[in-house]
């Protein structure tokens, strides 16, 4: 039996309703979040091609499960290996406007504090959309991975890494902050003798490692200080973040055996990618230092 024509014409607006409700359901919204420079970023739709501008934001994006997103890294961008194999867009001292404008980015994630002001401005005639990340805090850190999952539409992604982030570091404080203390000096470069200030993150990882850093005080984030000055603070551990496979850049402190470092042979090496660079595996430098430091503490206690 046929249908009536009249029914046949209100099925086929409803099926067609349906159909356009189900399309407009399926699309992809707009996303919008503020970056570290207090600007907020709007993106039609999540972002398919992403360029970083600092190795660890390309760590941070593979870290909330967009790495395939990746289409162009900075120098020295090593983690994980694939990042190796992508486009290089530039250094610390330059960037390829040629290449970044080839790649067609909708979205470039920028450390400001790695990109000098001028690449800066050249960057912004690209009027390419632009994340400022600024990471100064575990806390931000976890802020930071939650903001890139929004914009990357990965969500449930960075909540997990953001969590296991928050939760590392809330059990490493717990387990160490509160121990006896221990002076460190943390050499972040040797000639000129460079060390860090309470505002860098390693700073941070001294203080929940119950450490003492001894030019905490300093104004600079990352101040020049004189070996006399270095010395004068006796530190009971020196690290470096040089590598284990650089010990050299340490021998300069046996001139000095009366320093309790020296004399308690307590000068170190550690992962300084891993110490330096803000990303999770921040958290697994910041365990390795706390062992540092709590042998210091202990080889302390026994002499």
């Not at 953001?162 to 939760?167: I, K, L, P, V």
């Not at 860090?196 to 005080?217: D, E, M, P, T, Y």
């Amino acid at each position: 039996m046929n249908r009536p024509r009249g029914a046949a014409r209100r099925l086929l607006v409803s099926v067609l309703a349906a159909s356009a409700f189900i399309a407009v359901q399926a699309a992809p919204a707009p996303v919008s979040v503020r970056d570290d420079a207090g600007q907020v970023l709007t993106l039609a739709v999540p972002a398919r091609r992403v360029i970083t501008l600092a190795p660890h934001l390309a760590e941070l994006v593979h870290a909330v499960g967009a790495g395939d997103r990746l289409v162009g890294v900075m120098r020295y961008s090593d983690h994980p290996p694939a990042v190796t194999q992508l486009p290089l867009v530039g250094d610390a001292f330059a960037l390829n406007l040629e290449v970044i404008a080839t790649l067609k980015p909708d979205l470039v994630l920028m450390w400001s504090s790695g990109v000098n002001p001028r690449q800066q401005q050249r960057l912004q005639a690209l009027n390419l959309p632009t994340y400022d990340s600024e990471i100064n805090t575990v806390e931000g850190l976890a802020d930071t991975l939650r903001r890139l999952g929004k914009l990357f539409g990965t969500e449930a992604a960075a909540e997990v890494v953001a969590r296991d982030t928050e939760q590392r570091w809330q059990t490493l404080r717990a387990t160490y902050a509160q121990r006896s203390p221990v002076r460190v000096f943390y050499q972040l470069w040797h000639e000129p003798l460079m060390t860090v200030n309470h505002g860098h993150l390693i700073h941070q990882a001294i203080s929940a490692c119950g450490g003492v850093n001894v030019f905490a005080q300093q104004p600079m984030l990352t101040p020049t200080v004189s070996w006399e000055a270095a010395i004068a603070t006796n530190p009971q551990l020196v690290v470096t973040g040089a590598g284990r496979d650089e010990p050299a850049r340490l021998e300069a402190w046996k001139r000095f055996s009366r320093v309790d470092a020296v004399r308690r042979n307590q000068v170190i090496a550690l992962d300084g990618h891993l110490l330096a660079r803000m990303s999770p595996r921040f958290l697994d430098a910041a365990q390795a230092l706390c062992v540092a430091i709590d042998k210091a503490r202990r080889d302390g206690t026994r002499q």
